[in-house]
């Protein structure tokens, strides 16, 4: 297979991933707020619906200076996001942020309360 068709398959990939996750509702949030001197960060782990046998996906929103960004995504696997937040809180902790988990309630998961 030409390599120009391995970059085109992987764009399409993307598209399909991305039109996905923009359907799919979370199921549930976890939260770590960092905080450092007046600073503070968070991390958002989703745990998105389950949609046939593979199980439901995830993703991993990084929120500093007020600007969110989602970082990690799984189309199937929970661990992976969950490991990739650990680290990035770990990261974090190790420059002397304070991080600690927070309870985030289901009407809170929708949108309707801002991070």
């Known amino acids: 297979m030409k390599l120009t068709h391995i970059g085109l398959m992987l764009v399409i990939c993307l598209i399909e991933a991305s039109a996905s996750w923009s359907e799919a509702q979370p199921e549930?949030?976890?939260?770590?707020?960092?905080?450092?001197?007046?600073?503070?960060?968070?991390?958002?782990?989703?745990r998105l619906a389950s949609r046939g046998p593979r199980g439901g996906g995830c993703r991993v929103d990084y929120t500093k200076n007020g600007v969110t960004k989602p970082v990690w995504s799984s189309g199937s696997d929970y661990a992976y996001c969950v490991k990739q937040a650990v680290g990035l809180v770990t990261k974090l902790s190790k420059g002397n942020f304070s991080c600690k988990p927070q309870t985030?309630?289901?009407s809170e998961i929708d949108g309707s309360t801002p991070p």
């Not at 549930?28 to 989703?46: A, H, L, N, P």
Request: glycine share 14%; hydrophobic share 30%.
């Open 28 to 46: 549930s949030r976890e939260r770590f707020v960092c905080t450092f001197g007046g600073g503070q960060r968070f991390i958002d782990i989703y």
């Open 104 to 106: 985030i309630e289901p």
